[in-house]
């Protein structure tokens, strides 16, 4: 199973944000134990603003663990076509596109219900990734 990680998932255990840290940091043990996971370029970007002192460890840990997808024009122009409300979200899809993730992983799954790839929160990935 491949999978791409939203943001909100990262933020979530930089910041050990309550109560979602828990379930955000199953998902990245399953990326440190060999799981095939990546993350969006723009997540990263995210990221460090909003991380103290830019979140270069954590930021360097992560990119131990996970994929960072290559994208181009390309998909950001597709994004843009997509009939979805959040910008920044359509980009995660296209993105999940470019690396043919099976899912993204995030809390927000309503934000993507016209995303071409499927969202799951961190639990039901780990019940889909338990089978």
Sequence with gaps: MRILVDTDILL????????HAAGSAAVLRWAEAGGAAAVAWHSLTNCAHLLKGGGRVFLNRL????EVVPVATSEARRALEWPMADIEDAFQSA????WSADAIVTRNVRHYERSPVPAWT??????????
């Design 12 to 19: 979530d255990v930089a910041l050990a944000r309550a109560p």
């Design 63 to 66: 990119l131990q663990i996970v």
């Design 95 to 98: 993105a999940a596109l470019a």
């Design 122 to 131: 961190p639990a039901t990935f780990m019940k889909q990734s338990a089978l």
